[in-house]
């Protein structure tokens, strides 16, 4: 089977996640594995895109996760996202996402190695 291209988004207000994106200092993208997500496999590739900027890259491997602690057992919080210093402050970030505490309870969340 070929590899897709898949587009993940990112709020304006989320700019600063993209960037460590972009530059390496985020080594795994998260997303809720609703439907959208759940089919992201090794060696797809993911398009980031913040407004009008956009890059590529690799994935490197993908799993997906029933909860955020089941994730947590795998990534440290600063994998994720370089700028949290603990698994809690990872937690109220996902849950100030828009529906995301009700996304993960029913869909998991995929960790995505870049």
């Known amino acids: 089977m070929e590899n ?5 988004r990112f709020r304006a207000a989320n700019r600063d996640i993209f960037e ?3 530059k390496g200092r985020k080594k795994v993208e998260t997303r809720a594995a609703t439907a959208r997500h759940r089919d992201i496999k090794a ?7 913040c ?3 956009s890059f590529k890259k690799k994935a490197k491997k993908a ?7 089941s ?4 990534y440290r ?8 210093n603990s698994h809690a402050e990872l937690q109220e970030m996902y849950y100030s996402y828009p529906n995301y505490r009700e996304k993960i309870k029913q869909f998991g969340i995929i ?3 870049l």
């Open 111 to 113: 960790a995505i190695e």
């Open 43 to 49: 060696g797809d590739i993911l398009r980031f895109v």
């Open 71 to 74: 994730l947590l057992q795998k």
């Open 20 to 22: 460590a994106i972009r």
């Open 63 to 69: 799993q997906i996760f029933k909860s955020i602690p």
């Open 4 to 8: 897709k291209t898949i587009q993940l």
């Open 51 to 53: 407004g009008k900027d």
């Open 77 to 84: 919080a600063n994998e994720i996202n370089p700028i949290v």
